[in-house]
């Protein structure tokens, strides 16, 4: 737990810690799963795989990094909103 008048940092940071973690597995599965489904094939992972493309592996890596940071974005912004909620209702 956080000291009184910290807004409870230490105790929100590792539930922000947590979210993200099991947000990005997740949502890495399920884009996983989503590529096999569009491209008939495993993601791009295994860059020595002879047949593995740099079109494939360029594609992957935007998709992945545009939605996943998103991701974290969100999980983070919405994480400290609660935090912060909390620790204004315990001031009050």
């Known amino acids: 737990m956080g000291k009184k ?6 105790s929100a940071k590792l539930v922000t810690t947590m979210a ?3 947000g990005v597995f997740v ?3 399920v884009l996983a799963t989503a590529w096999t ?3 008939g094939k495993e993601p791009p992972t295994d860059l020595a795989k002879p047949e593995v493309t740099l079109a ?3 594609i992957w890596a935007v998709a ?3 939605i996943v940071e998103a991701a974290k974005f969100f ?3 919405g994480t400290m909103r609660k935090s912060v909620a909390d620790a204004e ?3 009050s």
């Open 75 to 77: 999980i983070v912004r």
């Open 64 to 66: 992945t990094g545009v």
């Open 56 to 58: 494939e592996v360029l």
């Open 20 to 22: 993200t973690a099991g």
């Open 27 to 29: 949502l890495r599965k």
């Open 5 to 10: 008048g910290d807004g409870g940092g230490t």
């Open 89 to 91: 209702a315990e001031a």
């Open 37 to 39: 489904k569009i491209t």
